[in-house]
């Protein structure tokens, strides 16, 4: 476990990897791993484990009426992503200017989080904007 919970490792695959996100849908996987390797990174993905829940019985209150259980929930797959460069934050990569998008502008946050298609880079982060 990190020091800093900003700072999280795991073993995905046999290799020990920095974690980038956890439970990503295949479409977060494909534009992070894109981004992720035109920087320069290697990037594990492995399968995210499945939610552990039991099914849970419904009682009507005041009644002996047979028990209900719910009906489990659909699965859904999820992804974890990771890169093997454990210094790497993904915070920090962002923040600090350190990722570039392939027409060369800076990664922003409005881009890391797939808000703007395109890296608006000449406008501040901190800026109030309208979506």
């Known amino acids: 476990m990190a020091l800093n919970a900003n700072y999280s490792f795991e073993e995905l695959g046999e290799v020990k990897c920095s974690i980038i996100e956890k439970n990503c849908s295949a479409e977060r996987v494909e534009f992070l791993k894109k981004l992720l390797e035109f920087n320069g990174f290697t990037v594990v993905v492995v399968n995210s484990p499945p939610p552990k829940t039991a ?44 990722l570039k998008t392939e027409d060369g502008k800076f990664v922003t ?14 406008v501040w982060y901190w800026k109030k904007r309208s979506l």
């Open 55 to 98: 099914a849970k019985p419904i009682v009507p209150a005041g009644t002996d009426a047979p028990v209900e259980t719910t009906p489990p929930a659909p699965v859904i797959t999820t992804f974890t992503v990771g890169v093997t460069d454990l210094t790497f934050n993904p915070i920090n990569g962002v923040y600090n200017r350190q």
């Open 109 to 122: 946050p409005h881009y890391w989080k797939q808000i703007d298609k395109e890296s608006q880079d000449e």
